[in-house]
Nanobody, 122 residues
């Protein structure tokens, strides 16, 4: 059974940093593009960043220059390094896996984690 488990969320002050991790199991991690999405309170879930199996990276505009996605295929893990955090980054962050490649739409993803809460205080 495929599974994605996020960790690394927490409470941080504005300007601080967090690194999220997502460990995959039950599928061939190397074959999948991996994305991070987030859902703020009362808002729809939105795409944050993606890394292909060939390690090309993509970012939503608000995250460019602040967030960095990376992956370690040997550990079946994708990371999201988040710097210069702002209160508007407060959300539940989800990782997701897509065999079809990077896409900013939820429908393209085959597997989802349960999310990790990130709260940025002002």
């Amino acid at each position: 059974e495929a599974q994605l488990v996020e960790s690394g969320g927490g409470l941080v002050q504005a300007g601080g940093s967090l690194r999220l991790s997502c460990i995959a199991s039950g599928f061939t991690f190397d074959d999948y593009a991996m994305s991070w999405f987030r859902q703020a309170p009362g808002k729809e879930r939105v795409w944050v960043s993606c890394m292909t199996s060939a390690v090309f990276t993509y970012y939503a505009d608000p995250m460019k220059g602040r967030f960095t996605i990376s992956r370690d295929n040997a550990k079946n893990t994708v990371y999201l390094q988040m710097n210069s955090l702002k209160p508007e980054d407060t959300a539940v962050y989800y990782c997701a896996a897509s065999l079809a490649g990077c896409n900013n739409e939820e429908y393209a993803y085959d597997y989802w984690g349960q999310g990790t809460q990130v709260t940025v205080s002002s």
